[in-house]
T-cell receptor, first 114, second 111 residues
Framework: GAGVSQSPSNKVTEKGKDVELRCDPI?????LYWYRQSLGQGLEFLIY????????KSGLPSDRFSAERTGGSVSTLTIQRTQQEDSAVYLC????????????FGPGTRLTVL | GESVGLHLPTLSVQEGDNSIINCAYS??????FIWYKQESGKGPQFIID?????DKRQGQRVTVLLNKTVKHLSLQIAATQPGDSAVYFC??????????FGSGTRLQVQP
């Protein structure tokens, strides 16, 4: 079946603009995660959705970052008033039930803030 | 505090040799460990996992070893191939929200 998909694959924006990144998880997966990966670095947790529960936002670096998950499926990560330090690859993952399951990653969205 | 780290940033091996990538973790409460492979321009790809009630798990050409006494995790790749060239991440999960990743080891396979 289809894996996790993300769009766009690349996004170039100007400092101060807002951006929206989209994630389509694997069908039937109840858990969805967003991570950020800076150049040459490991993955940094941002936010986690589990079913209808309130999301765990503890990894969001500032209030400029927010995410939604509609209908328990598609998720959108929004970054407002982008800064150059927001430049990174944003990765989405999903898992069948929760954090103790294997997480399957999408290809990521490379964000460049000029 | 929590940390998951890797001993070597880059590992270069000859094609056909066995590769061993190491990882240290600091939280003794961690109960689930995963190895991911990431090729350039792609998202991390699951390789193998192991739970804390095991000390060894084997897959196809890969073996993960867990030493809870010294909080050490390793990934062994048998008969390394050019297609194995990538960055390898270990990650730990304590049953909480997400994974804690190490900084990665780049594996370079020389023909």
């Amino acid at each position: 079946g289809a894996g996790v998909s993300q769009s766009p694959s690349n996004k170039v924006t100007e400092k101060g603009k807002d951006v929206e990144l989209r994630c389509d998880p694997i069908s039937g997966h109840t858990a969805l995660y967003w991570y950020r990966q800076s150049l040459g670095q490991g993955l940094e947790f941002l936010i986690y959705f589990q079913g209808n529960s309130a999301p765990d936002k503890s990894g969001l670096p500032s209030d400029r970052f927010s995410a939604e998950r509609t209908g328990g499926s598609v998720s959108t990560l929004t970054i407002q008033r982008t800064q150059q330090e927001d430049s990174a690859v944003y990765l989405c993952a999903s898992s069948p039930r929760g954090p103790t399951d294997t997480q399957y990653f999408g290809p990521g969205t490379r964000l460049t803030v000029l | 505090g929590e940390s998951v780290g890797l001993h070597l940033p880059t590992l270069s091996v000859q094609e056909g040799d066995n590769s061993i990538i190491n990882c240290a973790y600091s939280n003794s409460a961690s109960d689930y460990f995963i190895w991911y492979k990431q090729e350039s321009g792609k998202g991390p790809q699951f390789i193998i996992d192991i739970r804390s009630n095991m000390d060894k798990r084997q897959g196809q050409r890969v073996t993960v070893l867990l030493n809870k006494t010294v909080k050490h995790l390793s990934l062994q790749i048998a008969a390394t191939q050019p297609g194995d060239s990538a960055v390898y991440f270990c990650a730990e999960n304590m049953g909480r929200r997400a994974l804690t990743f190490g900084s990665g080891t780049r594996l370079q396979v020389q023909p």
